[in-house]
């Protein structure tokens, strides 16, 4: 688990006692998760791109991309 060391504004630490003692949490840490789980909620999954979107349907049609080389093509060389 990765541990962080953060300065919070008086606003947001009265926030994360709040949601501290609403789900009646050991410590501000559990109550960080908590908001983080909430808003990766509401706002849902980044958009995507509209090229791989489209490229996803080609391939969802059975017209696939032609590679000739993956690793040039992607500069993994």
């Known amino acids: 688990m990765t541990q962080a060391l ?9 926030v994360l006692n709040i949601v501290k003692a609403m789900y ?5 840490s559990e109550a960080v998760e908590i908001v983080i789980k909430h808003f ?6 980044p958009e995507l791109r509209p090229e791989f979107i ?5 391939a969802e049609k059975g017209k696939f991309i032609s590679v000739s080389n993956f690793a040039k093509r992607y500069g993994l060389e």
């Open 6 to 14: 953060v300065e919070l504004s008086e606003g947001s630490n009265r």
């Open 24 to 28: 009646n949490l050991k410590d501000k």
């Open 40 to 45: 990766t909620h509401c706002i849902g999954e």
């Open 54 to 58: 489209e490229r996803i349907q080609k």
